[in-house]
């Protein structure tokens, strides 16, 4: 093993980790700026608005870190960095680039990233139980009812691509990938993405934060830094969603002159889907609790089902 070569993967994967999260962010404040007609981000430090993040930056780190009396102040406190790190683990599986663009090939790729996805939701289930407060205990509860329902249908429509490819590496897959295989696993894209959304509480799936309902769910009694760490994950959740749809489902790096220009169309890719969730953010309004879980139930699984069976035929037919 090459120590230097490691080192360099493993610095990349951690430049993108601490860069491309806080980009969403910004873009997240400029779209909506655009989409609702907000002033703030659209004229902060002058320039169409290019200090807001900065601010926001400040503000968190200006702010006071409390910590409830009654809470597990252990829990508390490690909530947050729980929220955060899995996200970084998963980018060093995620392959941006042909011949040897990955932080690191893991032959079970597709069951490791989302594992490991599945451990940062966690974060606020922790966050929740640990404030010792009655709405931040009903958000984190939201929040695990919310883990179980979506995470099935994920893991059914990623179980398709596997298929398709007949590999659980993500190197493997996208070494398999083939242009038609995008209509046949739409459906399956269409699984994969919304789960994650709602894996994410993302809006319409942001029951288990519901500001207008619970306060703010898990994150009630989180100020500062600890509070930026949770919207921190956040976005590095919509930089791996984006990223892991982008290899299962769009061909990852595949594209004209991918052999120069494969990291760019992965890029291209991510930065699109991550787009979408900023617009559905503003276009949709809140599900409730209960329309969450019938979605998943009796919406996302017989989908999920539909195309692994649909899968199954196809290879069936091509061999």
Not at 1 to 19: G, Q, S
Not at 54 to 69: I, R, S
Not at 95 to 102: E, M, R
Request: proline share 5%; glycine share 10%; net charge neutral.
């Amino acid at each position: 093993m090459d120590v230097l070569d490691v080192t360099l993967r493993l610095l990349a994967v951690l430049a993108v980790f601490l860069t491309f999260p806080l980009l969403i962010g910004q873009t997240e404040h400029k779209v909506m700026a655009h989409m609702q007609g907000r002033v703030g981000p659209m004229h902060a430090g002058g320039f169409h608005g290019w200090a807001q993040l900065v601010a926001d930056g400040v503000k968190f780190a200006q702010k006071e870190d409390v910590v409830p009396a009654g809470a597990d102040r252990r829990v508390f406190q490690l909530a947050p960095a729980v929220a955060l790190l899995p996200y970084l683990l998963v980018l060093i599986a995620i392959p941006f680039a042909p011949d040897g663009g990955v932080g690191q090939v893991i032959d079970a790729g597709v069951f490791f990233v989302l594992a490991v996805m599945g451990v940062g939701v966690l974060g606020s289930v922790m966050g929740g139980w640990a404030s010792a407060n009655k709405f931040s205990l009903l958000g984190g509860l939201r929040t695990a009812a919310q883990l179980m329902a979506y995470e099935l249908p994920m893991l059914l429509a990623a179980a398709s691509v596997a298929m398709a490819a007949g590999s659980v590496s993500l190197t493997g897959i996208l070494d398999g990938f083939q242009w038609w295989w995008v209509p046949w696993q739409l459906i399956g894209a269409f699984v994969f993405f919304t789960a994650g959304l709602a894996e994410l509480q993302r809006p319409p799936f942001d029951a288990p934060v519901a500001d207008s309902e619970i306060i703010f769910g898990a994150y009630t009694e989180y100020t500062g830094l600890r509070f930026a760490l949770f919207l921190l994950a956040e976005y590095a959740g919509i930089v791996v969603l984006c990223g892991l749809t982008t290899v299962l489902f769009l061909g990852g790096w595949h594209g004209p002159a991918s052999g120069d220009l494969g990291w760019v169309w992965t890029l291209l890719k991510t930065a699109v889907l991550a787009f979408l969730v900023i617009w559905l953010r503003v276009s949709y309004p809140r599900l409730r609790e209960d329309q969450l879980q019938r979605f998943a139930w009796t919406m996302l699984v017989p989908l999920a089902l539909f195309q692994i069976a649909l899968t199954g035929v196809v290879k069936v037919v091509i061999n």
